[in-house]
């Protein structure tokens, strides 16, 4: 049981937008730490998607946003595309754990 | 641009202590959260722990996930920009590719780029 929830899976037609939850508590997202996310593909080294709740890294593109409320962040995909399929991680820091915490990731598939 | 490699042994047997290293290029050491995390099958990530190594003054901080505190141990070695983790009392539920980041952020890591490409490593005898 991860500390901070997501959907096990999402799935959306390309072009289409989908959005990804995470949910956490008041000792992490809602005690005001910051949310990063990541895109996996198995067999490779996950990459750094958004950081700081809303920012990108130099060459993800704008498709990719993200946002922050209360005890949840959500990432959102605009015009999907089929290289968009992987597992998609959000991670924060939990004040009562003392830890980075990460959530159980998203498979998204595009259909 | 900055690049993270694992190198370690592959199989571990049980009760066993794992030794990994992380061999960091294209860029400093010092001034970051070098970071532990692995995924076990069919699991997601967990945070292991990290090392800052710092710019301004001499001296090493280190930061442990409390459910593998007592076993872990990260270590820094600059003069070779590499890193490393060792594990002991291996058991079947430390099977997980374990990867390397480097982790920024002030007083502790916040987010976690680039990673290493992972490296398996399965427990058993």
């Known amino acids: 049981q991860s500390v901070l929830t997501q959907p096990p899976s999402v799935s959306g037609a390309p072009g289409q937008r989908v959005t990804i939850s995470c949910t956490g508590s008041?000792?992490?997202?809602?005690?005001?730490?910051?949310v990063h996310w990541y895109q996996h593909l198995p067999g490779t080294a996950p990459k750094l998607l958004i950081y700081?709740?809303?920012n990108r890294p130099s060459g993800v593109p704008d498709r990719f946003s993200g946002s922050k409320s209360g005890t949840s962040a959500s990432l959102a995909i605009t015009g999907l595309q089929s290289e968009d399929e992987a597992d998609y991680y959000c991670?924060?820091?939990?004040?009562?754990?003392?830890?980075?915490?990460f959530g159980g990731g998203t498979k998204l598939t595009v259909l | 641009q900055v690049q993270l490699q694992e190198s370690g042994p592959g199989p571990v047997k049980p009760s066993e202590t794992l030794s990994l290293t992380c061999t960091v290029s294209?860029?400093?050491?010092?001034?970051?959260?070098w970071s532990w995390i692995r995924q076990s099958p069919g699991k997601g990530l967990e945070w292991i722990g990290y090392?800052?190594?710092?710019?301004?003054?001499?001296?090493?901080?280190?930061g442990y996930n409390p459910s593998l505190k007592r076993r872990v141990t990260i270590s820094i070695d600059t003069s070779k920009s590499q890193f490393s983790l060792k594990v002991r009392s291996m058991t079947a539920a430390d099977t997980a590719v374990y990867y390397c980041?480097?982790?920024?952020?002030?007083?502790?890591?916040?987010?976690?780029?680039?990673w290493g490409q992972g490296s398996l490593v399965t427990v058993s005898s």
């Open positions: 008041t000792s992490n997202i809602g005690a005001g730490y910051d």
């Open positions: 090392i800052y190594d710092s710019k301004t003054y001499d001296g090493k901080t280190t």
């Open positions: 294209g860029g400093s050491i010092s001034g970051y959260y």
């Open positions: 700081g709740n809303r």
């Open positions: 991670q924060s820091y939990d004040s009562s754990l003392s830890g980075v915490v």
């Open positions: 980041a480097r982790g920024t952020g002030r007083g502790g890591p916040n987010w976690f780029d680039p």
